[in-house]
Nanobody, 115 residues
């Protein structure tokens, strides 16, 4: 059974940091490109960042310099470190695995940024 389990979401104040983590199982994690996608209330999904199986990293422009993605294939884990959070970062953050012909999704973790 494929599982992606996110954790680390919380309610924080603007300017604070959070580290999200996603643990995968049931598929070849090391061979999969891993992404973080978020969905804010009332909006559609928004791609945030991707780390390819070979390690190449991509970010959407509005998180460059604030968010850092990393992966640990030995632990089947992908992380997203988010710095200098703003209210517009409020969303459910989902972890996704692109295993070639199929994509897997986690259940999401809520991040709320509010003063």
């Amino acid at each position: 059974e494929v599982q992606l389990v996110e954790s680390g979401g919380d309610m924080v104040q603007p300017g604070w940091s959070l580290r999200l983590s996603c643990v995968g199982s049931g598929f070849t994690f090391s061979g999969s490109d891993m992404s973080w996608v978020r969905q804010a209330p009332g909006k559609g999904p928004e791609w945030v960042s991707r780390i390819a199986s070979g390690g190449r990293i991509y970010y959407v422009d509005f998180v460059k310099g604030r968010f850092t993605i990393s992966r640990d294939n030995a632990k089947n884990t992908v992380a997203l470190y988010m710095d200098n959070l703003a209210p517009e970062d409020t969303a459910v953050y989902y972890c996704s695995a692109d295993a070639g012909s199929v994509a897997y999704w986690g259940q999401g973790t809520q991040v709320t940024v509010s003063s």
